[in-house]
């Protein structure tokens, strides 16, 4: 039992009033899926020609792709909770397991991400892979539909000649590999299964892909639609109704990327013709559970949170919740390597070598501009974070407090190397080289948004700034190192993450100096 949990199950079971639930709606998960050079898993850890692939057997893991059949149904919220609004949907879905190919290096933890609906994204995953890796973790991740429905999903391309919703993207990919996939009009089922597959996870079933190993806990991760999956995941109890035969959670904590509760796709509908939840609907507002919850939010969705409207920070068994907000970066952007562009990815490059239609890729003008997007360390920090949340879950071990970012008029509150002021603060931020924002300048139309979505870059300071700053880049470096080692020591950067943040600097400091 996790430090976390055998602490607190007594007071749950009598706060919630919760009984043992019944076994999954899940039929069968038949698997692995054999893989073959002319059948490959869509979404693979690793494609050739896309850079930020990563080769499992180098770290001593192995990929497996399972089919889940099950049936399961959408619901509506009532001022009682929620109740089924539709009947069971049958559905044939997927999950990709990625785990140590010796079962022994396995730590207890699982890491699950439901699969971005837009072109079958895993961001999650290119932040953490190295790190869980390392320690000896499982990630999952299961798809949840295409979101083609609803006032909270993919976006809708007027080429019609390939979908874009990841749940329909993938037949597209191989309609021979996967031509039993099944999922139904109706989008508001992802959140059974979400909860069904967690508890075929935590099962001694013959068909869990996981039944021979002692899984400690799951750790839920996503970024901007998986984010507001798990806030609606939360608020409308399947979190609380996801348990195990002995009342335990399925579900060992949450991290919620980059999905503000005043943004308006930071909620999705329960069932595809749900009305709009209004932003100021108390039904946004995070609920208490019985695991930590971790909200990350950079300036983009910060800025449209009002204080007052924010859960507290919490450490006690009923609402444990921290709120991290990073300034100097907009949305996932900057999440896995700002000098990356989409094809990079695997699941990008795969869809680009089948000829899928480049206008249908995201068209987010930052790869138009030249200059390099902002850099301020997010995936470290990130992964420093989920650190915190592990540690919370397993040991008991608190996360640090962090301030919110701070706003003047509506607008970045700046430091006066023009950063903003407030949250994490980065030795990017502390002993600056640059400023991170919009391009100030007129000569780079490429690095001017025409969509409204604020781009942020790397501005360098002037070599004449740097010079009344720091004399030296010695100097420099030595005040980049001190700082570097505090957020080690505060617990915002992992070690692994420091060493290689040094280093960059010194590249910088070379090029600037």
């Excluded at 996870?201 to 839920?220: E, F, Q, Y």
């Excluded at 609380?240 to 980059?258: E, K, M, N, Q």
């Excluded at 503000?260 to 709009?276: A, I």
């Excluded at 709120?323 to 699941?347: F, Q």
Aim: proline share 9%; hydrophobic share 35%.
């Amino acid at each position: 039992m996790s430090g976390f949990r055998k602490h607190v199950l007594p007071a749950v079971l009598a706060s919630f009033g919760l009984a043992a639930q019944a076994s999954a709606e899940i039929r069968s998960v038949e698997g692995p899926v054999p893989t073959s050079a002319e059948s490959s898993i869509y979404g693979a850890a690793y494609v050739e020609g896309a850079s930020l692939s990563i080769v499992l057997s180098h770290y001593g893991y192995v990929e497996e792709e399972y089919f889940v059949r099950g049936k399961a149904a959408a619901y509506r919220h009532t001022s009682k909770g929620t109740v089924r609004q539709t009947e069971e949907h049958p559905y044939v879905t997927r999950i990709v397991v990625r785990r140590p190919a010796d079962a022994s290096r396995f730590s207890g933890v699982v890491h699950f991400e439901p699969i971005h609906p837009t072109q079958g994204f895993t961001s999650h995953w290119l932040t953490l892979n190295r790190y869980l890796m390392s320690r000896g973790d499982i990630y999952v991740v299961a798809g949840t539909g295409s979101a083609d429905k609803g006032w909270s999903g993919s976006p809708h391309q007027p080429d019609e000649t390939a979908p874009v919703g990841s749940g329909k993207i993938e037949k597209w990919f191989d309609p021979q590999r996967y031509a039993e996939l099944q999922w139904p009009e109706e989008e508001g089922i992802r959140f059974e299964v979400m909860a069904d597959i967690g508890r075929k996870l935590r099962s001694k079933d013959a068909d869990n892909p996981l039944k021979a190993l002692d899984v400690r806990a799951i750790l839920v991760g996503g970024w901007s639609h998986g984010g507001s999956f798990q806030r609606t995941f939360i608020n409308e109890g399947f979190h609380d109704r996801a348990r195990l035969p002995d009342g335990h959670p399925v579900f060992s904590g949450y991290l919620i990327g980059v999905s503000g509760r005043r943004s308006p796709p930071g909620y999705l509908p329960l069932y595809n013709d749900e009305p709009f939840v209004q932003l100021d609907n108390p039904r946004r507002d995070l609920k208490p559970i019985d695991v930590p919850v971790i909200e990350f939010l950079t300036e983009l969705e910060a800025g449209r949170e009002p204080e007052k409207k924010q859960a507290p920070d919490r450490d006690g068994p009923i609402g444990a919740h921290r709120l991290y907000e990073l300034g100097g970066v907009i949305h996932t952007e900057s999440l896995v390597d700002p000098s990356k562009s989409y094809p990079d990815r695997p699941n990008i490059m795969q869809l680009i070598q089948r000829n899928y239609p480049k206008r249908q890729l995201p068209g987010y003008e930052i790869y138009g501009c030249p200059l390099l997007q902002s850099d301020v360390p997010h995936g470290d920090i990130v992964r420093a974070t989920v650190e915190n949340l592990r540690r919370w879950v397993l040991d008991g071990v608190v996360p640090p407090h962090a301030p919110r970012l701070k706003w003047a008029d509506g607008k970045p509150a700046k430091d006066e190397a023009g950063n903003q002021l407030g949250g994490i603060r980065p030795a990017e931020f502390q002993v600056p080289l640059a400023f991170y924002g919009p391009y100030p300048g007129t000569d780079l139309p490429g690095c001017f948004p025409r969509t409204g979505y604020a781009i942020h870059v790397r501005n360098p300071l002037s070599h004449a700034e740097l010079i009344r700053r720091y004399q030296t880049p010695e100097r420099y470096l030595e005040l980049y190192d001190a700082a570097t080692d505090r957020l080690v020591q505060e617990r915002w950067l992992l070690p692994e993450d420091a060493l290689r943040l040094k280093a960059k600097a010194r590249e910088y400091a070379l090029q600037q100096f």
